[in-house]
């Protein structure tokens, strides 16, 4: 049978010269068009009409509404499912059609939904994946994200796990396969796995060693690794294996200071910075229980909207919270002093991870906290000398690498000596 026949005559005459015509054609204009002609020839025009229902989703006229942004998307997925599964195109639209709804979906808070897409995602990458031979299945990466957001980090370790064995069997390009290493030490740190962290941490320091050495990588992130390699080491108990990775750091900066960067780079070292300061800094970190936290071990970019939203939008209240805690802290030292420096790092961590990929104002935003949070510390370090003293090595660290990122390779260095004073690690 015929299927035009089931559609007026009249209406697909009118829809193929909408599409025939010459001149600029709305997105609107396109969905109606292909929602008629796909009645008509579904093989071809399905894919189109998912295709024109994302780009419409896009618009921001007034007339707009963010409802119909999920709900066009929620029929781009319904269009892309109906399409015939012999269809060699299909796997491919459906993967970007359920890829676009659940970042809707969690801009709006709708994350079980969300991560139940995430998951259809996963399905359709790992069948591809399985087809064509290939080592890495798409959509791993965005399911594993999804669960450490809800707090499910041993099913978010064991994906990155997977994820990662995937990429080094691939051959994955070691500039892909470092921010993978990134996220999979942040999960297997939050799945309490501690051998495999460090086990992890330390095929990344490898890893960044290698591509400075050989000159495609910059030496700042092999110093980057190595830095939060030695506060892992800590963390686990690792104190006198932590001190000779600090060691090789020295080294490192004071070949930074002496020439700085044997080449140039296109500044991705800073994100690479933000990541692990991220990292160090979600100890002191404590997010309200109600809520998405994201993943440690990712860079913003890759946090679901809604985590984003919630990490970002209490900076102003955060600030307030620490200016009222300094007044506190003044009239009462040894009660209040030690949870200001804390809350001041916490405040510090996320004005630098907001501000990161905003160059021309990131020094200026940022530089202040850092200085405000060695200042803290040292009245902390006066105050209780013997536990006063680990906190400002790593409020020292934490401005060096700064210092470092904004490429004052001189300052970097004088503060990281400090610390290595305050560890009693200098020579």
Same mark, same amino acid.
């Given at each position: *049978?015929?299927?035009?026949?089931?559609? $007026?005559?009249?209406?697909?005459?009118?829809?193929?010269?909408?599409?025939?015509?010459?001149?600029?054609?709305?997105?609107?204009?396109?969905?109606? %068009? =292909?929602?008629?002609?796909? @009645?008509?020839?579904? %093989?071809? =025009? /399905?894919?189109?009409?998912?295709? !024109?229902?994302?780009? /419409?989703?896009?618009?921001?006229?007034? $007339?707009?509404?963010?409802?119909?942004?999920? &709900?066009?998307?929620? #029929?781009?997925?319904?269009?892309?499912?109906?399409? $015939?599964?012999?269809?060699?195109?299909?796997?491919?639209?459906? =993967?970007?059609?359920? $890829?676009?709804? @659940? @970042? #809707?979906? =969690?801009?709006?808070? @709708?994350? %079980?939904? +969300?991560? &139940? *897409?995430?998951?259809? *995602?996963?399905?359709?990458?790992? &069948?591809? !994946?399985?087809?064509? +031979?290939?080592?890495?299945?798409? +959509?791993?990466?965005?399911? &594993? %994200?999804?669960?450490s957001e809800e707090g499910r980090y041993a099913e978010a370790a064991d994906a990155m796990t997977e994820l990662v064995a995937a990429e080094l069997a691939d051959g994955t390009a070691c500039g892909i396969l470092a921010w993978s290493l990134l996220d999979w030490i942040a999960t297997l740190h939050d799945a309490g796995r501690s051998s495999e962290t460090l086990a992890a941490f330390e095929t990344l320091v490898s890893m960044e060693a290698a591509e400075a050495a050989n000159d495609r990588g910059p030496m700042a992130c092999h110093l980057y690794s190595l830095i939060g390699y030695a506060q892992m080491l800590d963390t686990h108990g690792r104190g006198e294996q932590a001190a000779l990775v600090r060691q090789e750091a020295l080294a490192l900066l004071t070949e930074l200071a002496d020439t700085g960067e044997r080449k140039s780079w296109s500044g991705y070292q800073t994100s690479f910075w933000v990541v692990l300061l991220t990292l160090s800094g979600a100890e002191s970190d404590r997010p309200a229980p109600d809520g998405p936290r994201p993943p440690s071990g990712a860079a913003p970019v890759q946090w679901s909207p809604d985590a984003r939203q919630r990490y970002f939008d209490n900076l102003h209240a955060l600030r307030e919270e620490v200016d009222a805690l300094a007044a506190r802290a003044t009239e009462d030292p040894d009660r209040h002093l030690a949870e200001l420096v804390r809350l001041h790092r916490v405040l510090t961590v996320r004005s630098a991870v907001y501000w990161e990929n905003r160059m021309a104002q990131f020094a200026k935003r940022v530089r202040s906290l850092f200085d405000d949070g060695v200042s803290l510390a040292r009245r902390l370090s006066q105050q209780n000398p013997a536990d006063g003293k680990r906190t400002l090595a790593r409020s020292l660290i934490d401005r060096s690498t700064f210092h470092t990122a904004v490429f004052e390779f001189g300052p970097a260095l004088d503060d990281f000596r400090h610390a290595l004073r305050c560890l009693k690690e200098a020579d």
């Open positions: *049978m015929n299927h035009s026949e089931k559609v $007026d005559q009249d209406d697909i005459l009118r829809a193929r010269n909408v599409l025939l015509a010459s001149g600029r054609r709305t997105p609107r204009e396109e969905v109606d %068009a =292909y929602r008629v002609l796909a @009645q008509v020839s579904p %093989a071809s =025009y /399905l894919p189109l009409l998912v295709r !024109a229902l994302q780009r /419409l989703s896009y618009e921001t006229g007034a $007339d707009e509404k963010h409802a119909t942004c999920l &709900a066009l998307r929620e #029929e781009a997925v319904a269009v892309a499912r109906s399409m $015939d599964p012999a269809e060699p195109s299909r796997a491919d639209v459906l =993967y970007r059609a359920l $890829d676009t709804c @659940q @970042q #809707e979906l =969690y801009s709006l808070g @709708q994350r %079980a939904e +969300g991560l &139940a *897409m995430r998951a259809e *995602m996963l399905a359709i990458g790992r &069948a591809q !994946a399985e087809l064509s +031979g290939n080592s890495v299945a798409a +959509g791993l990466h965005e399911w &594993a %994200a999804g669960l």
